[in-house]
């Protein structure tokens, strides 16, 4: 295969594939295509088959059907040339070592690795470069597992739950220097439950469930998956007004908490103009639905879909 054709694959490529624990499908007839360059999310409740599916990508497990390629290679061959860096939940640090020493042997390990001063700077690590990993705190030992995962200067990113252990300002920093390293033209695949993140950082979306892609785009088109729009305003008494607001053109909930009425709508426009009919437009907001609002529209309708 010659380096052109591995420029011209796709970063991540799952054809079909699915994997069993025992007699159920953690995953069943996955396709998902990754571009190099590209940051993608990958988002699903619980049980629906991120982790493993990552695992698969990795060469972790041995998919029961179809097949998975990284930059047109079997997994243990894109992973033997050091093009992938993983971030997993379960992964312990070896312990009776210094932050320092756990990253000089993963360092040695790369024919081209990042210098090690540059990956603690980049990772905020530098001032516990000689603490002991079972002294660090659990978010310290976050960043020094995504430290290793980007010594190597890997092509490919895989990043599960990468910010589960981390404070919001930690958070922050960290997809600050995620950034900055996906700026190079890495590609990076990530799951996630704080749906914010991947809002605000993925190009592109997908939705699992029960271990089927049930939602593919950008996180604009993920959202306008959902019509709906957000209108709040205020009112001077709860109980005269939540049943007027209730029977407004378009409005299919009301949720009145003090003197602010928050109602979700199918039919904005036709709501507002019926509060300006009725008099009742007082200091009003309306916003599109968030990432959360169509996630949780796109699951629950899987899930009616499923009985």
């Known amino acids: 295969m010659t380096a052109d054709t591995l ?3 796709p970063a991540v490529s799952l054809t079909n594939v ?50 998975v ?15 992938i860096g993983a971030m997993l939940q379960e992964n312990r640090l070896l312990p009776r070592t210094t932050v320092t020493e756990l990253l000089k042997f993963t360092h040695d390990l790369y024919a081209d690795p990042m210098p090690i001063d540059e990956v603690l700077a980049l ?22 597992r995504f430290a290793l995962a980007l010594i190597g200067q890997p092509d490919i990113l895989v990043l599960d739950e990468p910010t589960a252990a981390l404070d919001v300002e930690a958070r922050r920093d960290f997809w600050t220097a995620m ?10 695949l990530f799951s996630t439950h704080y749906l914010e993140e991947a809002d605000d950082n993925a190009d592109r979306i997908v939705v699992i469930a029960r271990g089927h892609k049930i939602a593919d785009g950008t996180p604009d088109e993920i959202k306008q998956r959902l019509p709906r729009r957000k209108l709040s305003i205020d009112v001077p008494t709860q109980d005269e007004y939540a049943r007027l607001l209730r029977e407004l053109p378009g409005v299919v909930a009301v949720d009145i908490v003090g003197s602010r009425a928050h109602l979700s709508s199918t039919d904005s426009d036709a ?29 629950d309708d899987a899930k009616a879909e499923e009985r």
């Open 7 to 9: 420029t011209a694959a």
């Open 18 to 67: 699915s994997y069993k624990y025992g007699e159920v499908f953690a995953v069943d007839g996955l396709d998902l295509t990754v571009a190099p360059g590209e940051v993608l999310a990958l988002l699903g409740p619980n049980g629906a088959g991120k982790s493993t599916s990552i695992n698969l990508l990795l060469g972790l497990l041995p998919p029961a059907s179809g097949s």
């Open 69 to 83: 390629r990284l930059f047109g290679r079997r997994p243990g061959q894109a992973i033997s040339e050091g093009r």
């Open 123 to 144: 990772t905020d690590l530098t001032g516990l470069a000689r603490r002991m990993t079972e002294a660090l705190s659990g978010g310290q030992q976050q960043r020094v």
């Open 179 to 188: 950034r900055g390293y996906v700026a190079k033209g890495r590609t990076v």
């Open 271 to 299: 709501t507002v103009l019926a509060m300006a009919d009725k008099g009742i437009v007082h200091n009003l907001e309306v916003v599109g639905a968030n990432l959360e609002d169509a996630f949780m529209a796109i699951t």
